[in-house]
């Protein structure tokens, strides 16, 4: 609201004086202080109104942040859950006795051809006959007695999708 200095309204009483003249101005003051007295209240009834809906506002803004909150959290606790079923399938897989995370097929089939050798060394198959077949078997041009080349790493995916078949 302006500011009214007491030089200013005591020039407004005397012009108000002399234009509405004594015996009106007792009732005029009373009405013109009836209406400020409206207006302010009015006023005063918009600031607060205008006040609490900037905070309605501000509290629904708080509530939704919130919420959003609550909602990321949820999703933080649904991904940890995931990972750790994940991560318990993987090393279910992983400490089972049938996983070789360095296998391949080469590899397999060397196993394979081990596990063959081993049969017929037990059944007393000649030595001749045997040393041939292996050498057939194993195809990759490995000579009799000679060491197996290191098995190849296989990246983990490919290693577990190979131990469940």
């Known amino acids: 609201m302006p500011s ?9 009483l005397v012009v108000a004086l002399l234009v509405i003249g004594p015996e009106r101005l007792p009732a005029a003051i009373r009405t013109v202080s009836l209406w ?3 207006f302010r209240r009015s006023f005063y009834k918009v600031k607060s109104e205008i006040e609490r809906e900037l905070n309605a506002d501000e509290v629904r803004r708080q509530l939704h942040n919130e919420s959003v909150l609550a909602d990321i959290r949820n999703a933080k606790s649904d991904v940890r859950k995931v990972a ?6 993987v090393n279910r897989i992983v400490n089972s006795k049938d996983f ?8 397999e089939e060397q196993v394979r051809n081990a596990a063959l050798e081993r049969e ?3 059944s007393g ?8 077949e292996t050498e057939t078997r194993t195809g990759a041009g490995v000579e009799a ?6 098995p190849q790493a296989v990246p983990a995916t490919e290693a577990a999708a190979e131990a469940v078949k």
């Not at 070789?100 to 590899?107: E, H, K, N, V």
């Not at 000649?126 to 040393?131: I, L, Q, S, W």
């Not at 007695?145 to 290191?150: F, N, T």
């Open 84 to 89: 750790g079923e994940a991560r318990s399938s």
């Open 4 to 12: 009214i200095h007491s030089t200013e309204l005591l020039l407004i």
């Open 36 to 38: 400020v007295g409206r």
């Open 120 to 122: 017929a060394a037990a």
């Open 100 to 107: 070789d995370p360095g296998a391949s097929p080469a590899t």
């Open 125 to 132: 198959a000649g030595e001749g006959e045997e040393a041939g």
């Open 145 to 150: 007695g000679a060491e197996e080349p290191e």
